[in-house]
């Protein structure tokens, strides 16, 4: 035990009480295990300022981050088709998308807005992970979709932010079906001669891996980022074998021509706008 722990931690604690600490000043980064104070990691864009490590943002900071002046217009998305399936686990679904919107204050996973990135217009669209992980189900689709067809309506480029564990299960067969539907809307904006961009965030898994997620002109990851389709633990099962150290990271991928450029969240913005503004030119030759 050291000097900290036997003898000044214990004073501290003795002037300060519980009860003078908010709960919800501080932070403990998930990778160094440093204490973060909130408001400084919040500046910092949820960058860890000992390791780096790039926790996940909500989907409101990411446009806000991304547009000129963290202006932009909301793009109103169509209503999903929620619970077909009646699904209960431990809970009932309707009651799990009651508890996600209100803990995201958003109707479903992806937000979409439309404004300027380096003076260009742009539609991007952006995933909540804590809106139940991210998941693929038909409100996702149909919010890709109407996202791409805004880009097309506009004649702007389109960027798609995804953090997603996957297809949602609770939906069945239809979130499987929202792979071909945002791949239909990818192609959309593809055929209209427009730029589509890509940036993986942590985690980037499963059928959102599989359809437009990695199908950008380029594709722009944050470090650390996970990028993958099964996990590290299945796919280890399935060959019998063990993986590469860094396996399914941004960087890994990197090395392996499945990710042009992985940037620092500090830089994303400008390099993001500095992609589009040659994408434009080149698209429009």
């Not at 490590?53 to 169509?78: Q, S």
């Not at 991007?124 to 791409?148: H, P, Q, R, T």
């Not at 860094?246 to 620092?264: C, R, S, Y």
């Amino acid at each position: 035990m050291s000097w900290i722990e036997n003898f000044v931690r214990p004073r501290i604690k003795a002037l300060i009480s519980k009860d003078d600490i908010p709960d919800n000043m501080w932070c403990t980064c998930p990778s160094c295990k440093s204490m973060l104070y909130l408001k400084e990691l919040q500046e910092n864009l949820n960058v860890c300022s000992s390791c780096s490590h790039h926790m996940r943002m909500d989907a409101k900071a990411r446009l806000e981050m991304l547009f000129d002046e963290g202006e932009y217009n909301k793009i109103k998305t169509p209503k999903g088709v929620y619970d077909p399936l009646k699904f209960k686990d431990r809970k009932r679904y309707t009651e799990r998308l009651k508890d996600s919107k209100s803990k995201t204050g958003n109707k479903d996973v992806v937000l979409v807005g439309e404004g300027a990135v380096g003076g260009i217009e742009t539609v991007i669209a952006v995933f909540d992970f804590a809106f139940m992980g991210g998941s693929m189900g038909n409100a996702v689709g149909a919010a890709i979709l109407k996202a791409a067809e805004v880009a097309v309506d506009k004649k702007a480029p389109l960027v798609v932010v995804p953090s997603s564990g996957g297809a949602r299960m609770q939906e069945g067969m239809i979130s499987l079906m929202q792979m071909p539907r945002t791949t239909i809307a990818v192609e959309m904006v593809k055929e209209a001669g427009l730029p589509y961009v890509v940036i993986l965030t942590d985690p980037t898994t499963g059928g959102v891996t599989a359809s437009f997620a990695m199908l950008g002109d380029i594709h722009i990851a944050e470090p650390g980022a996970q990028i993958s389709f099964a996990g590290k633990r299945v796919i280890q099962e399935t060959i019998r074998e063990a993986l590469p150290q860094g396996f399914q990271t941004a960087e890994f991928l990197k090395e392996h021509g499945m990710v042009d450029i992985v940037v620092p969240r500090s830089d994303l913005k400008q390099k993001l706008s500095d992609v589009l503004n040659l994408l434009t030119i080149s698209y429009s030759r």
